[in-house]
DNA sequence: TTGACAACCCGTACATCGTACATCTAACGT
DNA sequence: ACGTTAGATGTACGATGTACGGGTTGTCAA
């Protein structure tokens, strides 16, 4: 990484999405498409750090700097990784008119996208204008359509859910990468924490009460039980007045 | 990073926190706290991927590796990061008794100390079993203490706080870096997305309204907002101290 | 048919990274 | 006095992201 560079010289932001992907003549072997899948493949079956515009051109049967031209960062290449991502995420299109259950559904497939993706997390980016992302707010959006609240408010609601989302996904990616770091499978991974606690527990009962509750926090349960704290509020905030205040 | 490496080959579960800080006899000049201090400092300055361990290394005057001595990888490093920035979190200690205040302050200054250290979010670190992390860990549940609830439904509660933290911190971490990334000032990077969402509105009010959204996301009322929610959520779910309105 | 120009691809090069390893120095136990 | 060890360093290796310049192929005007 040759140094930090002022990388826009012009002033333009400079967003892939506004940019049109080049098009295609007819000598081109690759396309963004192509370059994505790859990337998200890699990091799938060996974690994020794995990705690496080298390893992606080889696995393509493509030179080290190809891909140069269909992005023009690795930043890039995250982007149009975290809209792949957040395109596989099954919608409840049309919504059903209960909202409730339509967020409820959206939470659960989301959550289940993000285990199957546990790095999208660590991509530092927030989803942005790609078009699955975009089509991802506005399927949420009409579900809250029924309740005829102001725009600012369903904006709020949908916000406190994907960081809660985002949050609970983080938690799962890095209780998993804690384990992967020591090497050992999930088996014995938990086997060893149980001794640990186990042996904690004879002079630091604090310390081994500590370790126990940060070992039940990723699973079914919390997650159901956070996201109907969440529910919850929001169906009280939205029954109380159209404009709730925070006492 | 040469390799994967096995990484553990007597299987070991090696946390940092499972082992002692080696013993400072004469010599020594450096130290685990002026290491971790000196990242931090780094990474709140020029961003977490400017720290690096040469960098640590040159800025207390050492030599390149010799960190190695006090900690035995990078992740090390970052599990030592996030212990001290969770450490920096102002609790309600003891706290007040009303259970929703003192969690609502401990969740403001969480998010106050996150938008100090942007990186957090980043470091993929769960916050494990650092002296910091238990003791945040312990008056988090204390709040909780005269709600007489067993210990599964407080971890619960304390971890639907937590993940929507962690995910509203990733947010406006996210929009910083993006922001950054365009190498503009804030104040020509929010020119210029109103300039983009105008010009956007009139080819594609759907994709305006979109960019609007995503605009505001990051702020003060949408995080008091899902805050509400959660707390009256959770409120909802224990019907202790119950909320006092009928609709 | 020819030539110019663009689209596309790749090889090389550079600065930088994490860290394994061998080695040096100075304090310590005996 | 002397070996042992804690602490610090230097060198080296395999990676990485990407700037750059030159190659190759297709398209289109003349």
New binding site residues.
Partial sequence: ???P?Q?NPRGEADLIWLRPE?????????SRDEITRTAIDLADRDGL?????????AA??????????????????YELMADEVIGEIALPDPPSGDWRADLRAIAHNTQETFSRHRWFVLLGIQPGLGPKTRRYGQVAMACLDNLHLDLNTKINMLAALNNYLFGFAHRETAWADLQKRTGLTEQQWNDRLRGMIDHAAHQDTELAEHMTARLQLPGEEPFEFGLTCLLEGIAALTNRSPTPRPS
Same sequence: chains 1, 2.
């Fill in positions: 990484m040759p140094g560079d990388h080049r098009v295609r003549r007819e000598r081109p072997s690759l750090e794995a990705v690496s515009i080298r390893r992606i051109a393509l049967g493509a030179g080290a700097n190809s891909l140069y031209w269909y992005i023009s960062s690795k930043d890039d290449l």
